[in-house]
């Protein structure tokens, strides 16, 4: 089947600095890639759709400047959270589909741990 | 797809029994359904979908069924495993957008 890969799968930064997470489709194409960030216990929480060749839409409450996306081309959306601070700390992770209404995958999960 | 932020329920099963985890589906425009199994650490694995047009479809020792008329999905799992303890987690799409509404999740014990 379809598959998401997502690295690094674990980082621990100090605060201030960047910190990148990758996300690709392996054997399909993705136009429209998701992030999401998932607090401990608790449901996913849609951060941004991210687009090919245009900007990523951010849900409200989420700071566009912080958490940069770019998504260069159809196997690709990376993830930058600018600045860590231990707030930033959590699971993230990203989901891609082959096409609208179609089966959505997910990649393995990031956790951030920012000291 | 839109954000549920609560904390999960727990289903608790005996090691053998059946599992039958549920989820209300919010937009009656909603065609297409998908379940999705996470363990702790671990991104969503994709379980088994099911589309508007079928009622019930089934997969390795999975069964989702459908019931359009009070908008409920459910995921049965036979003879459960100590394995399948996770949290599973239903999501609603429309067909023709990238929209994905994703269920709060019930997390599953598998009682030895």
């Known amino acids: 089947g379809a598959v998401v890969s997502q690295h690094p799968s674990r980082v621990i930064c100090k605060s201030g600095t960047s910190v990148k997470i990758e996300c690709r489709s392996l054997?399909?194409?993705?136009?429209?890639m998701f992030w999401y960030r998932q607090f401990p216990k608790q449901s996913l929480m849609l951060m941004a759709t991210?687009?090919?060749?245009?900007?990523?839409?951010?849900e409200q409450g989420v700071e566009k400047d912080k958490f940069l996306i770019n998504h260069a081309s159809l196997t690709l959306s990376t993830l930058t959270v600018t600045s860590a601070h231990p707030e930033d700390s959590s699971f993230y992770i990203c989901?891609?589909?082959?096409?609208?209404?179609?089966?959505?995958?997910f990649g393995s999960g990031t956790q951030l741990s920012v000291l | 797809g839109e954000n549920v932020g609560l904390h999960l329920p727990t289903l608790s099963v005996q090691e053998g029994d059946n599992s039958i985890i549920n989820c209300a589906y919010s937009?009656?425009?909603?065609?297409?359904f998908i379940w999705y199994k996470q363990e702790s650490g671990k991104g969503p694995q994709f379980i088994i979908d099911i589309r508007s047009n079928m009622d019930k479809r089934q997969g390795q020792r999975v069964t989702v069924l459908l019931n359009k008329t009070v908008k409920h999905l459910s995921l049965q799992i036979a003879a459960t495993q100590p394995g399948d303890s996770a949290v599973y987690f239903c999501a609603e799409s429309v067909s023709g957008t990238y929209k994905y509404i994703f269920g709060t999740g019930t997390r599953l014990k598998v009682l030895a």
């Open positions: 991210s687009n090919e060749g245009s900007k990523a839409t951010y």
């Open positions: 937009n009656s425009a909603s065609d297409y």
């Open positions: 989901s891609a589909s082959a096409g609208m209404g179609e089966k959505l995958f």
């Open positions: 054997d399909f194409q993705a136009t429209t």
